[in-house]
């Protein structure tokens, strides 16, 4: 059975930093494209960005809101995916979740929260 | 990049009623698309993926079709538990922005 666990999240000031942490179990990670996705409070699911397997490249995409703020990266030793949040801000508040697609299906974790205020 | 829209975002209907949801991809996204039911509080829920192919463990009241641009979920008698809000995801990718089914 497949599983995803985020870990990482919190309170951080605005312009601070936070990473999180998805611990996956029970695929292949490395055949995995993985991504983010988070929720802000009362809104709709937004990708955050992903990052392809080293076979595909190895490469990561990021939606225009993180992009030079944000990065993805991946331990595949550790079957571990990483967010590196910078520059933080009020609007980065969400719930933040990472998703795994090993082949067609879709698998998500139960999200972690993040919370910027001062 | 390749925006998704959805349509309608508020849709009320009864139970039993046949509801349709649409999602439209700005370009072709061949069948990389999934369907999702979220509702308060909770992750989503795959319900649909590779655009037709039902979740293990979802029940056959739901079924996606479509390929390219165009693409539909369907519930064929919706229940009670089937209120919550969808949302379609071209795969590793962005998604539209939501389908609330409320009660009539």
């Known amino acids: 059975e497949v599983h995803l666990v985020e870990s990482g999240g919190g309170l951080v000031k605005p312009g601070g930093s936070l990473r999180l942490s998805c611990a996956a179990s029970?695929?292949?990670?490395?055949?995995?494209?993985m991504s983010w996705v988070r929720q802000a409070p009362g809104k709709g699911l937004e990708w955050v960005g992903r990052?392809?397997?080293?076979?595909?490249?190895?490469?990561?995409d990021y939606a225009a809101p993180v992009k030079g703020r944000f990065t993805i990266s991946r331990d595949d030793s550790k079957n571990t995916l990483y967010l590196q949040m910078n520059s933080l801000k009020t609007e980065d508040t969400a719930v933040y979740y990472c998703?795994?697609?090993?082949?067609?299906?879709?698998?998500w974790g139960q999200g972690a929260l993040v919370t910027v205020s001062s | 990049d390749i925006q998704m829209t959805q349509s309608p975002s508020t849709l009320s209907a009864s139970v039993g009623d046949r509801v349709t949801i649409t999602c439209r991809a700005s370009?072709?996204?061949?069948?990389?698309l999934a369907w999702y039911q979220q509702k308060p509080g909770k992750a989503p829920k795959l319900l649909i993926y590779?655009?037709?192919t039902l979740q293990s463990g979802v029940p056959s009241r739901f079924s996606g079709s479509g390929s390219g641009t165009e693409f539909t979920l369907t519930i064929s008698s919706l229940q009670p538990d089937d209120f919550a809000t969808y949302y379609c995801?071209?795969?590793?990718?962005?998604f539209g922005p939501g389908t609330k089914v409320d009660i009539k």
């Open positions: 998703t795994a697609n090993p082949y067609y299906e879709i698998y």
């Open positions: 990052i392809k397997t080293k076979t595909d490249g190895g490469t990561t």
């Open positions: 370009q072709s996204i061949s069948y990389w």
């Open positions: 590779k655009a037709s």
């Open positions: 029970g695929y292949t990670f490395s055949n995995a494209w």
């Open positions: 995801q071209q795969y590793n990718s962005f």
